[in-house]
């Protein structure tokens, strides 16, 4: 009996080459549908990221012992590997202070590309015209007088590199007491400032001290200067600090001069140098204020006003008497020395120097050499 043969079926017919190729479309088909995936995963996590830091940063803020806070937005920029805050502010949430502690158009967190490719993961913390208020008050809750550990440990949250480039674009720093007569808001303003190095590391730097150069506008003329080198890492304060002041005029402190010392200035200009160097819990140093033009008294206008008159003429006698009658300058130096637990001035020498300035030799109100601000405006990133 003859057997039959069932006719072969399409699969059967297929060539082995035409196999192949079907099994290797079928590979890269789930391949795609894979790669899609996690290319969706992703753009929706970017799409949720800022939403995401938004509440984190929020939640981190408020957890800040005594104080609050508030963080509008926030966007990130992958490629640069960072994200900006903007617009922050941080009041104290105990007593009653009406300004807040700090605040901040922008607040730019980066990796440092620069030192990533020296083998060191740090970063950069860039502030775009922040504030910050330091506040008299007859109470501790209504004053504001600084951050401390908590501060840097909520930082460190919001940032998980090391930070090792600080740097400050148009800041204001303000001092003010409510209640005092008349109030008081001192204010330094035009604050550029650049720290390097803080990670203290060779890797990064050819020196392991860190830097701080700065500048700014004390009632918004003349300029304050800064150059402080400083070892961060060291558990006492170590530092070598070099400050200036320069062209203020002196009627801009008549403010503080009425509130604290019943008098004011009718003229003239203020300079001061400062030096400073602390290591091993202890330091020395000196303030050299010098007052330039010097004029208190005004009869017309103290006249009446008997006891300020009184002691506004007391003032301007002794300025008269003991400044440098050529120069018309009233100038000291007020040595400064001790513990950072028990600092005293020298009284003696300090009065000294007022008639060593009127007779001897004349103050400048200069630091020797030059202040070092050359770097104060470098940005590291664009902000947008």
Known sequence: MAQTTAPKTEMQNEK?????????Y???????????GVLVILIAARLYLPTWLLHYVNRK?????GYSGYVQDIEVSLWRGAYVIRKIDIFKSEGKVPVPFFSSETVDLSVQWKALFEGALV????????????????TKAQRQVGVGKPWVDQIKQLFPLKINRFHV???EIHYRDF????????VISDVYMTTTNITNSQKLSKSE????HAEGKPMHTGSIKTDVSFDPYQSDPTFKLKLEVADLPLTALNDLTRAYALFDFESGKFDMATEMNASGGSFSGYVEPVFDHMRILSLQKDIKNPVKLVWEGLLEGVGILLRNQPKDRFATRVPLSGSFKNPHEAVLSTIGNVFKNAFIHVFTGKVPGSIDVHDVYEKQAPKE
């Open 61 to 65: 803020i408020n957890e800040m012992p």
């Open 123 to 138: 970063g950069n913390m860039e502030l775009g015209s922040p504030k910050i208020n330091f506040v008299k008050g007859p």
């Open 209 to 212: 001290v860190a830097t701080i």
């Open 26 to 36: 079928r590979v890269w088909g789930w391949k795609w549908r894979i790669l899609t």
């Open 179 to 186: 209640f005092s007569n008349p109030k008081l808001d001192m």
């Open 16 to 24: 082995p080459a035409a196999k192949k190729r079907r099994g290797y």
């Open 169 to 171: 674009d148009n800041g």
